[in-house]
């Protein structure tokens, strides 16, 4: 086989996925890699030196998708942004692509330091999801329940049919749609301050 001369960083990050999602993780080494993506060993290892680097590389481009899930949704707003990244999750993820972040995720849990991208999407996913109304608690609980979904189905943790999983993401899809629907609660009226004794009252 022909080995690229130059590495392709997309390709390799290809390559890690390709592998991942046809072995479920077991067989991801470093040679395997350099197969599939079809460069030399010395390459792969000047870029991305050790496993751990090329696991935690293709984990940063993993989570750079999520964040596009919520800048994709054509409303902007946090109920829009929850709303597009459910409905995200909901009709374009499978068993596949679950699995394979997860095991890109559970790669890493040995080596917290790596878990920056993970941590840093969360860290700006929930400081979104202030719970000030009743709505915006709901709207914290589904998206809490869409990531339960996710990761206990991607680590093959809990067994359900796909029929079950679909309909716990769909409930969950509702629950941030309806809450998105609902008007803003009124302020409360500001009482008149009472008059000043010996004043008439207005």
């Known amino acids: 086989m022909t080995r690229r001369k130059e590495i392709d960083r997309e390709r390799v990050l290809d390559a890690v996925e390709e592998v991942i999602m046809e072995t479920g993780g077991l067989g991801l080494t470093l040679n395997a890699v350099v197969e599939r993506a079809g ?6 290892v000047y870029n991305f030196p050790t496993k751990d680097a090329l696991v935690a590389a293709a984990m940063a481009r993993e989570m750079a998708r999520f964040d596009r899930l919520l800048e994709e949704s054509p409303d902007q707003t946090t109920p829009g942004r929850m709303l597009g990244y459910a409905d995200a999750i909901l009709n374009r993820e499978d068993d596949a692509s679950m699995r394979k972040t997860s095991t890109l995720l559970s790669a890493l849990l040995h080596a917290p330091d790596l878990l920056g991208p993970a941590q840093g999407f969360y860290d700006r996913l929930f400081a979104e999801l202030e719970p000030r109304t009743e709505a915006q608690k709901r709207t914290r609980l589904a998206i809490l329940a869409v990531e339960a979904v996710f990761w206990l189905r991607g680590m093959g943790i809990a067994k359900a049919s796909p029929e079950v999983w679909r309909s716990m ?3 969950a899809h509702d629950m941030i749609r309806d809450a998105a629907a609902e008007p803003p609660p009124k302020r409360p009226r500001r009482k008149a301050p009472a008059p000043a004794a010996g004043e008439p009252k207005g």
Not at 39 to 44: E, N, Y
């Open 169 to 171: 993401l769909q409930d």
């Open 39 to 44: 460069i030399s060993k010395g390459g792969l």
